[in-house]
């Protein structure tokens, strides 16, 4: 399954959107320095979906907000 992200580094807290089918906001408290901001989204994706972590693949925009994402 390929969804679509737009992330928001240094929130106040992590939280998943869902706005339409394939489409999510994603809300994470860690900065987007180093590749934490995206370590942060896949473990929150897995919680999310019920996942394995290595189930979760960044495969565009991983250093932009807006990020494809597969899963599965």
Not at 14 to 43: C, F, M, Q, R
């Amino acid at each position: 399954m390929r969804i679509y992200i737009k992330v928001t580094p240094r929130s106040s807290k992590n939280e998943v959107v869902k706005i339409s089918e394939g489409e999510y906001k994603v809300k994470i408290t860690a900065p987007p320095v180093d590749g934490a901001a995206n370590e942060a989204l896949i473990k929150l994706l897995s919680q999310y979906f019920k996942v394995s972590k290595h189930m979760i693949n960044i495969v565009g925009g991983k250093t932009a907000k807006i990020k494809m994402v597969d899963i599965g």
